[in-house]
């Protein structure tokens, strides 16, 4: 009896040792993007703020992210199966504009996800609209564009502020 104890435990005490020795995949390399807009030279950008406009201004003094593209998902993407690409808010992105992204730097590397409380379009004729949804599904709201002027910004329906999970270029 002993000793078919002592040799489950020894099989047990081998089994887990070969699970230790196997080796683990290599986790994937994560990078950050608040730009997918002005980084190719165009300063016509559908624009996500961190901060609500507030009610004495048209602008949101806080970091934001930029794109000219659908987003299906804010978390981010995987470009070839080994690196994420997360999406973060960042301060300054716009240059051309002193107050785009530039009047604070509230909400500087979080997360673009279910975080975003107001928004501005600055397209030339596109407009965008956000769900509430990875996927472009669920509640939504269009933001209709404004060529080159990011203001007013305008604050989300109250289901969307900061549930902000997608956005399809229209």
Known sequence: MRSSLLKRVAVAAGTFAAALSVSSPASAATSYSADECTSSGSTYCFVIHYNSRSETTNYSSSSCF?????????????????????????????????????????????????????????????????????????????????????????????????ENASAARL
């Open 66 to 162: 930029v794109a000219t593209r659908d987003i299906p998902d804010y978390y981010g993407y995987s470009p070839n199966g080994t690196t994420l690409v997360r999406f973060v808010f960042e301060y300054g992105l716009i240059s051309d504009n002193y107050a785009t992204c530039r009047l604070g730097n509230t909400g500087e590397g979080l997360a673009v996800k279910n975080n975003a409380a107001s928004a501005s379009n600055g397209e030339r004729s596109a407009s965008y609209r956000v769900y509430y949804n990875s996927g472009y599904l669920g509640t939504s709201q269009t933001f209709s564009p404004t060529c080159g002027l990011h203001w007013p910004s305008t604050n989300p329906i109250s289901s969307l502020k900061n």
